[in-house]
């Protein structure tokens, strides 16, 4: 939900269904947010989400 709201404060339209594309993902979101959450290294789960958004349009 943080995310969706986020993202209609950005201008973004229409639902963005993460837990959807976290299924599919077939582990790489999971491995993204782990880089952030342990090395502190943002850019591949901001990568994925922003590719994720591409997709979804």
Do not use: C, D, K
Not at 23 to 42: I, K
């Amino acid at each position: 939900m943080l995310l969706n709201h986020l993202l209609v404060e950005a201008g973004y339209s229409g639902y963005f269904p993460l837990s959807t594309i976290i299924a599919r993902s077939r582990g790489g979101f999971e491995l993204a947010l782990r880089s952030a959450e342990l090395q502190g290294n943002w850019t591949p789960i901001t990568t994925y989400v922003i590719e994720a958004l591409l997709l979804a349009e």
